[in-house]
């Protein structure tokens, strides 16, 4: 079994930070990709950030990028999103996902990914 489990979410104005965390346990010795996905009301899904976990690179979606900031920690088994100056667009439902079983895929597109957390919420207020 594989869980992933988001934490951090909040409410924030508009220009502050928060940082999300995901607990990855499990089977996931397979891991290829790692990332932050989320979700607006009637909108659809989009990427926030990936990490290819065997080279360390990072993908950046254009929305977030100069603001966001993903890592990982191996010795934890843990996946963080450090995200400052934060706007009223960034409100959504955070999900961490991975790739799991597959190498060689290009971690960007989330149709890649099959595993999922159960999402953590982010509002920012203006």
């Known amino acids: 079994q594989v869980h992933l489990v988001e934490s951090g979410g909040g409410a924030v104005q508009a220009g502050g930070s928060l940082r999300l965390s995901c607990a990855a346990s499990?089977?996931?010795?397979?891991?290829?990709?790692m990332g932050w996905f989320r979700q607006a009301p009637g909108k659809e899904r989009e990427g926030v950030a990936v990490i290819y976990t065997t080279s360390g690179r990072t993908y950046y979606f254009a929305s977030v990028k100069g603001r966001f900031t993903i890592s990982q920690d191996n010795a934890k088994n843990t996946l963080n999103l450090q995200m400052n100056n934060l706007k009223p667009e960034d409100t959504g439902l955070y999900y961490c996902?991975?790739?799991?079983?597959?190498?060689?895929?290009?971690?960007?597109?989330?149709?890649?990914?099959?595993?999922w957390g159960q999402g953590t919420q982010v509002t920012v207020s203006s």
């Open positions: 996902a991975a790739v799991i079983g597959s190498e060689g895929v290009y971690c960007p597109n989330f149709h890649e990914y099959n595993y």
């Open positions: 499990g089977h996931t010795d397979g891991s290829y990709c």
